[in-house]
Structures are given as C-alpha cells and as structure tokens.
C-alpha cells in the first residue's frame, strides 16, 4: 500500500496527544481505541484538512479523496464489510469534531452508504426490513439537511403528514410500508427543493458529507458559538467517519448519553438517559422524551453493569468528569464519543473539591479546573424558600438556578428584545442548534419535549442559564403566541420564573434570595488563597456592600467612591447647595450638615471591615453631574415663561444661569477630581474630617482601623504635594486633639498618561498608587467610553480592529505598558510603594492575569467579584510557574 495521507487517521493511531489535529471526538475515539474499549472502528479526517478545504473553494482535494478511499479498505477489512455493496453494505456515520467542544453546533450525518439497492440487501441482511428502511429515511433526512441545505421542518412535516394519514401517534407505529411510502416522499422533497434525484453513488454520498461537515464549521450558530465561549475561529473541525452501530434494531438496542458525575449538581452519581430502539440523534435532539439511565439497570442488566465499568475506566483516565455517547446493537455496547462534560457552576466546584479529596487530581489541578466565571455563576439568586410561589407546570431540572423575565416563543424575537434591554425567557417546543442567539439572549429557557441531555439543556448548562426542559404539561399555540397549561394561559410579554434546579415553572416574577458560598466553593476558595501572591480587595460605598464584601473574602477596600455618598435623595438638595451658594456662610452651612451625614457611612464601613484597609477617593466628578439637566431646565423656564408663576420663574431662571456657568464643553477632563480639591478645598477637608472624626470614635470603642486617603485625577506631583499638606493638616489636628497616634496612608489614584510617566516623581510623595483604569482607558485610547460604546467600539471588536474592548479586559500593549511602566518607575524611588488597580479590571481575569505579571499588590473589584478574583490571582500564580 503506497504512503498514507497523513490529513487522515485511523482510530488505531489517534491518541490525546494529537488532539489538536483530531479534534475532541477524534481523539477521545483514538484514545478509547487504544485502551482497548469497544469503539466501532473508523478514521479521523484531521482539523489541517478543514483548512485545506477552505483554501480549495470548500472542496476536497484530490489527494484526500484518495486517502479517503484507503482508509476505507482498512475498514473493510476489519468489519468484513463492503462499502457500496449492494448485498452486506458498509454503512458510516460521518460527525464533526472540533479541538473545543461545541455541542450541536455542527452537522452530522448517520447511515450513510445505503440506496435503493443496498437498502434491500441490508433488509434481508439483518432479516429486518421495516429496520432497513427506518436507517434510510433518517440517512436521507440528514443527506437532504447538511448535503443538500434543505430546511429540517420540510422533512419534518412530511413525517407529521404521514402518521397523522396512518393514524401512528409516533414514529414507532409506522409500518414497514409507511416507511417505503416516507422514502418516496423525502426523495421527492429533494427532486423538489434541490433540484437532483437522491445521489444513488455511496462514494459521492461520502465525499459530500465530508464536504458538509467542514462547511458547518462556519455555519452561523457555530460562530455564534464560538463567539460566545471566544473560541478561535481558524481552529477548523475534524471529521471522523466511523462504522455504523445501530441502536433502532428493536427493544435489546439502544442509545443514550452518560455523564460520570452529576452534571447540574457534581453528585458521584451515574446521571443519563437512553432510548430504545432508537439512533443518537433521537436523544440530543430532544424529540422523544429518553428514560433515565437508572433504568437501564432494570431493563438491560447486563449492559448496565458494562456501562458502569467502562464509565470507571474512562473517568479514572481522563482523570475528570466525562459526557459519554453509547449505542447498543442487540445487547452489545458500543462507545461512541467521550469528552470532558460540560457541567454548571455548582457542579465544576464540586467536582473538583471532590476529585483532591479522592486523590485523583492535585489542588492546583483543581484550582485550574473551576473558571472564575464559575464562582461568578453560582453566586446567582434562587428562588426565596419563604415565598409562597404558584407552580403551574413541571419538567425536568435540567440546569439549576432561577429566572425570570418576559415570555418570548422565538429565538429572533429573545435577542431582539434583550438589545432593547428587556429580560426574557426562552420557551419553546424544544430548542434547536439554530436556536443558540436567543439562549445566549434569554435569562433562561423552558422547553416541553427533551430530556436533560438535549441540545436546551447542554447549552444553558454551559453558559450558567436555568433550563426546564420536557415540560409536556404545556401546550403552545404559536399563531397566537400563547401557550396553556391546566386552566392557566400564558401569552407572550406575560412574566414568567422557572427553577432549573427543581423543574418547576411559575407565573409572574417570583422573589429571589441572594445566594452563600457552598463548602466546596469555600474550599476551592481557601486553597487559592493559599497560592495567590495577589491581594484581593472590593470597591465598596456604604456599610451594606463592604459587609458583603468582607462575607467573600476581601482583604480590604480598594475604592470607597465618595461620590455615591452624596447621591442619596435626602443629601442631593444639600449638595446643589452647596455648589450653589454664593457665600462662605451658605457654603459652611451646606458643609455643616453633610459632614455627620459622611462620618456615619465611614463608621458603618471602618466597621464591616475589622481593621481591614479602607481607601477612601475624595470627591472626584465634576459638581455639574449633582445638579439638574440643563437641557430640563431650560424647558422648565420656557414653560414658566407661558405660565403667570412669576416666583418661580425667577428661581428657575437664576438655578439656569448658575448651570450655565458651570456647563463643561468636555467635563471628563474638565474640573473634577483634585481640581476641585484645590479649588474648593472646603469640601475635601469636610470629607477628611469626616473620615477621621469616624476612625477616631471607633478606635476610642476598641476597634481596629486602617484609613487610606486617595486623591483623585493627579496629573502632577505639584497637585499631590498641595492637596497631601492640607489631608495631613486636617487629620493630624482632628488625631492630636483625640491623644491619638493613628496610622494612615496618602496616595494618588493614577489614571492619566502624565501622571503614568511621571510616577516617579509622584512616587516620591505618595504612599501608594491605584491606577483607575477605566479613565485611564478613556484618556490613553481618547475614547469617551459611553460613546464608544453605542456607537464604534463593538463595529471595532466584531471587525477585529480590536482584539477586544479595552473596557472589559485590560489593554495589554496601551494601557497595560502604561500601569507596567508607572509601577516600575514608582518602585524605584519608592521601594515600599503600595500599588493596586481599581477599575473594573480589577475582578476580570485576563486582566488579573496582567496585574500579576506586573507585580502589583492588589486589584479592588465589586464585592461580587471578589472570590473571582481571589480564584483568578490563584489561576495566574499557577500557570506563570
């Protein structure tokens, strides 16, 4: 035989090692292969090979066609089969296989290689023709979906058609007859619709599979896909071309899904489903409702306990949760695919805690394991246990957590409704592949047929969304856009919660309760902070959320906005006051009454902290932001003006002419910040009074406190020397009166480019450094961030000007150079220089991963984010090692 085309595999050769060029499936059926499992043998056309049909006008060349044919002599051999033989057919299934695995998103393509000849002798073959016919209407179903690009639904409701004429309630009840007349008009829909007879030659049949199943690679849902969970979109898919197994071949066949563990909960627990008489497409479609597997122990004994067995063999390889594919042809089992299961939140958590515990995996494994967007997820509200709550219908849980929105029935109509800011939920008879936009864009998704291991529930498990799926109670009519369930109606925009982790379906918005930590989630947490170099602290503004804060594991406060103080209704009239007032006495007075007001937020969070260190941002925004909209004003005279109330009038013109002049061209980079500070230094000096007047008292009670104050938008050290001489004057006067010797910190919060490069002369001066990085992405891009954002900046991600948005994961090469450069020339003045971030990078991991690198010593994030966080620092130690 001459040399092998090496774009091509048998199983025999695949291993995990070559993953990349075999992609997931083909890997795990090389690896499976190799440890001796029962796999139907079969070659893997690698993901290269992709590549090259793209480069060739998405087509296969030449050479792999040749290698193609073969491998198939290989598999002839081993199977004693024919392909293209009319009388013992070698039938293939032809299925994708990216190095990530994307589920449902791409084609596949079962029974290939029979015709109106072959069907015939496979009939007499296996002494089954009803069988023989059932494998040739589902082979040309699929042919005329991923070959021929004809819509599903036209073959679907040739089905509908002819069992509601037969009187068969499903698919089951069709005769042998009914099945030879369904042949005749699937092969019509495709004279019709494409134009050709069905392809009679079982090498073009296979070659155009192939053709089709690298062409799904670029299908709009896989790159919807991709998008979503940022995988690479030159990966390309393998193709892995297998010998048929038949799992419809009556009551002791089958096929099912297995999953080693639990995936909604991490239970050590077998957890899966399987139909009978049946092939695999079946179950993940979600078209037939499958048993529990739990009940193949009773039904099939035998290949239960081989399930068992062979799930053992694979976890402790694998050395992690697996999500198997298996058909069983007449009582023997057949192993199909392995990956790692996709799993929830709670359940990542719980697998890896377990699995240290049970000495499969080391902890830095483990810490490798959970993602950060995990401790995000579980972190998600439940439904209030308190509330009495209406359940109007139940289904399968099929991924945990609570939510509720708007009832929409299509995918298109979810994310159309979720761009104008609305939640939704998702409901529908089952969801589709094509289906995946309006997952992403729904708060969840209820659908009435499927099981737990259908394309809804994978997905929305995936992606941290509660699912309900197999609600059969429900009855959808969508002319109407409504569906009905018992006595109640549920029409479209109708609030709607559903239980992911209870099946359970309500109406209306149901009361949520905020989420705890679970034991393993602490855990998981605990031996991160034992590797972590990087500090974790939470941008907190009151009491409430530094309490929560300190609940997650916070080290201290990276930024208390003062700012968000002055908001609250009942102090904005004093603030407009005190901007305002137009002499020192209207001034003091306004000062006078928001200063307790401040002391007491101070004391609330100096409490919640325990000792823990509090920087606190003096004022920062520019003042005009307290006042009212000059544009309402403006219509609130012009109104007057119509009007005969002279009184008021005269006040609405005289608050006009104050806004006027306070009106900024560009107010970002106007009078905000230290500015203002030096400016006014009434109301910084108010502020540090305030804060001190707090630690002092709480000190005086025996509590422990750690004041930090930071000086906003420095631009030069000039700035941070004048402003640092009067906090100190301020503070130690308010400390000398009290007989207090309190330790404190003066810093700058670093978020303009001069301040970066000239850090070591402000290093010099401050005590520490927090770089803002959302104003110093702002100021380093020169973009204004919400105008970016509705108008350019997603244009510029999608087109890839940008490899992402500077806003969400730092700017490594701009803005990251900048931090990088500050810190380093900061320490050289200043070698006890503290530095943190505290913009909202400081809880996204990329950027955590950056902080790291640069070796700062903390990153401050919202107290949401802060055992992400913790877990991020953890990650980045790691794998920097």
Aim: glycine share 8%; aromatic share 6%.
């Amino acid at each position: 035989m001459s040399a092998k085309n090496k774009d091509i595999y048998s199983f025999e050769e695949g291993s995990l090692d070559l993953k990349p060029l075999l992609g997931g499936k083909g890997a795990s059926l090389g690896e499976m292969t190799t440890l001796g499992l029962p796999v139907p043998p079969g070659m893997t056309v690698t993901t290269e090979a992709c590549n090259l049909y793209y480069e060739n006008n998405e087509k296969l060349t030449e050479e792999l066609k040749e290698g193609i044919k073969e491998y198939l002599i290989e598999l002839e051999e081993k199977t004693g089969k024919n392909f293209g033989d009319n009388d013992s057919p070698l039938l293939l299934s032809i299925r994708s296989g990216a190095t990530i695995s994307m589920p449902g998103m791409m084609d596949t393509i079962l029974n290939l290689g029979l015709n109106d000849q072959a069907v015939e002798g496979f009939a007499k073959e296996t002494n089954d023709e009803r069988f023989a016919y059932d494998c040739y209407r589902r082979f040309i179903q699929m042919f005329g979906n991923v070959v021929l690009k004809i819509e599903g639904y036209k073959f679907g409701r040739g089905l509908d058609e002819l069992k509601e004429e037969v009187g068969a309630e499903n698919d089951l009840a069709l005769t042998t007859e009914d099945l030879k007349e369904l042949v005749s008009r699937y092969k019509e829909i495709i004279k019709d619709e494409a134009g050709i007879d069905f392809p009679q030659d079982p090498m073009e049949q296979l070659i155009t599979a192939v053709e089709a199943v690298f062409g799904s690679w670029n299908n709009k849902r896989a790159i919807i896909y991709r998008d979503a969970h940022e995988i690479d979109h030159s990966l390309g898919t393998a193709v892995n071309i297998q010998t048929m197994v038949f799992g419809n071949m009556g009551d002791g066949s089958g096929t099912g899904v297995v999953f080693t563990r639990n995936p909604s909960t991490g239970e050590n627990k077998l957890y899966g489903e399987y139909l009978l008489n049946a092939q695999g497409e079946d179950v993940v479609a979600g078209i037939r409702t499958p048993q529990s597997i739990q009940t193949l122990k009773e039904q099939l004994p035998e290949v239960f306990d081989q399930l068992v067995e062979v799930t053992e063999t694979l976890e402790e390889h694998y050395k992690d949760m697996q999500d198997i594919e298996f058909t069983i042809e007449n009582g023997q089992l057949y192993l199909l695919q392995t990956r790692t299961g996709k799993r929830t939140a709670k359940a990542a958590i719980k697998i890896a805690a377990d699995m240290v515990a049970e000495g499969l995996i080391e902890i830095d494994e483990a810490l490798l394991r959970v993602e950060p967007k995990h401790i995000e997820k579980v972190l998600h509200r439940q439904i209030d246990p308190e509330v009495e709550t209406e359940v109007i219908a139940k289904g399968l849980p099929a991924s945990p957590g609570a939510a509720s929105g708007e009832v929409v029935f299509s995918a298109d109509e979810a994310e159309e409704l979720k761009e104008k800011g609305k939640n939704v939920l998702l409901v529908s008879l089952e969801t589709t592949p094509e289906d995946i936009h309006g997952v992403i864009a729904a708060e969840g998704v209820l659908t009435t047929r499927g099981g737990m291991t259908s394309h809804a529930a994978v997905v929305a498990r995936g992606m941290g969304k509660s699912c309900v799926c197999g609600c059969e109670g429900i009855n959808i009519d969508f002319e109407v856009e409504e569906f009905v369930v018992g006595d109640t109606t549920v029409k479209k925009g109708d609030n709607l919660t559903i239980n992911g982790g209870t099946g359970e379906v309500m109406v209306g918005s149901v009361k949520m309760t905020e989420p705890k930590l679970s034991e393993e989630c602490q855990q998981i947490l605990n031996w991160a902070d034992e590797y972590r170099d990087l500090g974790v602290r939470a941008n907190a503004d009151n009491g409430p959320d530094a309490q929560k804060a300190y609940e997650f594991g916070t080290e201290g406060i990276g930024l208390c906005r003062t700012e968000h103080m002055f908001m609250a209704p009942d102090r904005v009239p004093i603030v407009q006051k005190l901007i305002l007032s137009e002499s020192d006495a209207e001034k003091e007075e306004a000062l006078t009454k928001l200063e307790p007001m401040q002391r007491q937020d101070f004391e609330e969070i100096f409490t919640a902290l325990k000792g823990k260190p509090v920087t606190v941002r003096l004022l920062d925004p520019p003042l005009h932001e307290f006042l009212p909209d000059l544009t309402e004003l403006v219509k609130e005279v012009t109104e007057l003006q119509q009007s005969d109330a002279n009184e008021e009038l005269k006040e609405k013109q005289e608050l006009l002419r104050k806004v006027k002049d306070m009106n900024e061209s560009n107010p970002m980079l106007g009078f905000r910040g230290c500015r203002l500070g030096i400016m006014i230094p009434e109301i910084y000096e108010m502020q540090v009074s305030a804060i001190f007047k707090a630690a002092i008292k709480l000190v005086k009670e025996g509590k422990e406190v750690e004041p930090e104050i930071m000086l906003p938008l420095i631009t030069h050290v000039n700035e941070f020397k004048t402003l640092r001489t009067r906090v100190e004057k301020v503070a130690d006067q308010l400390l000398e009166e009290a007989g207090l010797d309190l330790e404190y910190k003066i810093g700058t919060m670093i978020e303009l480019p001069r301040a970066c490069m000239t850090a070591d002369q402000i290093a010099e001066e401050a005590d520490f450094f927090s770089f803002g990085t959302n104003d110093l992405t702002q100021t380093t891009f020169g973009f204004s961030r919400d105008d970016a954002e509705s108008k350019f900046l997603h244009y510029y991600v999608e087109k890839e000007l940008l490899p992402e948005n500077p806003f969400i994961s730092l700017d490594a090469d701009g803005v990251g150079r900048l931090v990088n450069l500050a810190t380093d020339s900061g320490r050289e003045v200043n070698p006890d220089l503290k530095v943190g971030i505290c913009g909202e990078h400081g809880g996204e991991p990329k950027s955590i991963a950056l902080c790291h690198e640069y070796g700062l010593n903390y990153v401050s994030c919202s107290p949401y984010r802060v055992p992400v966080a913790r877990l991020a620092a953890a990650q980045a130690k790691i794998k920097s090692e």
